[in-house]
């Protein structure tokens, strides 16, 4: 299983950590930890708050590993700038991703090894992040659609647990992988303790994002790295 430790920018620093602020600093911390990949997003422009475009472009220009960028990611320009500054896999935000035509297009254009379609969930629906809104549509079809449609990575988020501590949700994340058919599921959200990452080991997942766990010293990445080889 593949760990994804996460930057979250917030106004221009590291959301949620007691320890670091500078986003580009930790992620050369845990690249010289070891991590291959880092998950990173930009929470003002996922919640509608702004954006931290030059700080992501700087961070992309930086980076001594793969880059997974995701946070309100709705259109071509979006994607073809972020790929454009570096990036190794831009994930399509869940708004987006409902958008069967976008998705195709999308595909077709960049490829399945460079997309991830981010899959938010509450109360047993797609729900859009940053908000009340949520679609009369269940995780598990919109997994099914974006499948069909090529995609070959899903990033599925409960977003009641995240960033909460509360354990991740491995029946929802385990139910997407058993459509088979090559999907890869990342699972984020309430990712706690080194127990949760062994959970989601053994379910025979492709990944996990952590971010709040490590960034309040839970564990450290190491220990992390070493639960999920």
């Known amino acids: 299983m593949e760990l994804y430790p996460a930057v979250d920018i917030e106004g221009g620093?590291?959301?949620?950590?007691?320890?670091?602020?500078?986003?580009i600093a930790v992620m050369r911390q845990f690249a010289h930890d070891g991590a291959r990949w880092v998950h990173?997003?930009?929470?003002?422009?996922?919640?509608?708050?702004?954006?931290?475009?030059?700080?992501?472009?700087?961070?992309?220009?930086?980076?001594?590993?793969r880059i997974q960028v995701g946070g309100g990611l709705t259109s071509d320009e979006d994607v073809a700038e972020l790929l454009g500054w570096g990036a190794t896999r831009v994930v399509i935000g869940t708004t987006a991703a409902v958008d069967a035509v976008l998705v195709a297009r999308l595909l077709a254009r960049y490829g399945a090894e460079q997309l991830a379609v981010g899959i938010d969930a509450r109360d047993g629906r797609v729900a859009a992040r940053g908000s009340d809104v949520s679609f009369a549509l269940a995780p598990l079809e919109l997994a099914r659609r974006v499948r069909g449609q090529g995609a070959r990575t899903v990033i599925y988020t409960d977003a009641a647990r995240d960033g909460s501590l509360a354990g991740p949700d491995v029946d929802g994340a385990r139910a997407i992988a058993?459509?088979?058919?090559?999907?890869?599921?990342?699972?984020?959200?309430?990712?706690?303790?080194?127990?949760?990452?062994?959970?989601?080991?053994?379910?025979?997942?492709?990944?996990?994002?952590?971010?709040?766990?490590?960034?309040?010293?839970?564990?450290?990445?190491?220990?992390a790295l070493t639960c999920t080889a």
């Open 13 to 23: 620093r590291v959301a949620r950590s007691t320890s670091a602020s500078d986003p």
């Open 40 to 65: 990173v997003v930009d929470l003002d422009r996922a919640f509608g708050k702004g954006e931290n475009r030059e700080l992501t472009r700087r961070l992309l220009a930086e980076a001594a590993v």
């Open 178 to 223: 058993a459509l088979g058919g090559g999907l890869d599921v990342i699972v984020s959200g309430g990712v706690a303790s080194l127990d949760d990452l062994r959970r989601l080991r053994d379910a025979g997942l492709a990944g996990a994002i952590v971010g709040r766990a490590l960034h309040t010293g839970r564990f450290t990445l190491r220990e």
